[in-house]
């Protein structure tokens, strides 16, 4: 069983910043797109920021100029830098690893971050 291993969700108030730090396995880690799955309460799981295992990028257009995605091959680990947050930012964040050929996915338990004065 793959693990996907999130941290840094936390509370936060509006216009302040988080990291979240996802950790994989090092054999898929290299080979594998990973992402940035979000659920808020009552709302569908939506993908907020992908990045190839080559390094390229795409980002929701809420997120867009706010969030940055990045990838660490050295310490198997991707990240969600997540700057000027909202409330509407508010759910439970999720890693996200897929193979080269996209059928084979990954999930990580989630992590809340909370946007709130």
């Known amino acids: 069983q793959v693990q996907l291993v999130e941290s840094g969700g936390g509370l936060v108030q509006p216009g302040g910043s988080l990291r979240l730090s996802c950790v994989a396995p090092g054999n898929i880690f290299s080979v594998y797109h990973m992402g940035w799955y979000r659920q808020a309460p009552g709302k569908q799981r939506e993908l907020v920021a992908a990045i190839t295992s080559g390094g390229g990028t795409t980002y929701v257009d809420a997120v867009k100029g706010r969030f940055t995605i990045s990838r660490d091959n050295a310490k198997n680990t991707v990240y969600l830098q997540m700057n000027s947050l909202e409330p509407e930012d508010t759910a439970v964040y999720y890693c996200?690893?897929?193979?080269?050929?996209?059928?084979?996915?990954?999930w990580g338990q989630g992590t809340q971050v909370t946007v709130s004065s």
């Open positions: 996200n690893a897929r193979s080269p050929n996209l059928m084979v996915t990954y």
